[in-house]
């Protein structure tokens, strides 16, 4: 009796699971990201997996707080998150070679990675590490 309560409770999180990922609004989702990064000068990438550890998420936070507060009005700035576990985002994920977490800043094709200084500083010193983001967005614009 215990088997069949396990199977059909399996049964259902499959079905559930399946049916959140066949969701269109996930796919309209990333092509509008991918349109919005096409359009904007600079492009500040935050790529991470399905799990993320208390640090990865603080360099999303951290990233994303420094985008906004400095360049919320511009439209030539982006933010963009990306799971690059997912095959919608493999080609972007390739292009930057990323394999793990990343903080990626590009403008056409030209790109800075600042993974490790991000990964460095998160924790310790959040304010350098948007003082640097902020730096190298402004070169980018710059150019």
Known sequence: MRRI????SLAALAMLMASCG??????????????VAET????VYYFHGKQRC???IGIQNVAQEAITETFGDNDD??????D????ANAALA??????????I???????????????????????ELKETLVAEVNSFLNQ
């Open 105 to 127: 800043v590009a403008s056409g094709n030209d790109h800075t990675n600042l993974t490790d200084f991000a990964f460095a500083n998160v924790n310790s010193n959040p304010e």
């Open 94 to 103: 390739d292009k930057y070679e990323v394999a793990f977490s990343s903080l």
């Open 77 to 82: 700035v982006v933010f963009i998150e990306v």
């Open 5 to 8: 309560a396990l199977f059909l």
């Open 40 to 43: 904007a000068k600079v492009t």
């Open 22 to 35: 066949g969701s269109t609004e996930k796919k309209s989702t990333e092509t509008t990201k991918v349109e």
């Open 54 to 56: 208390k640090t990865c």
């Open 84 to 87: 690059f576990s997912e095959k």
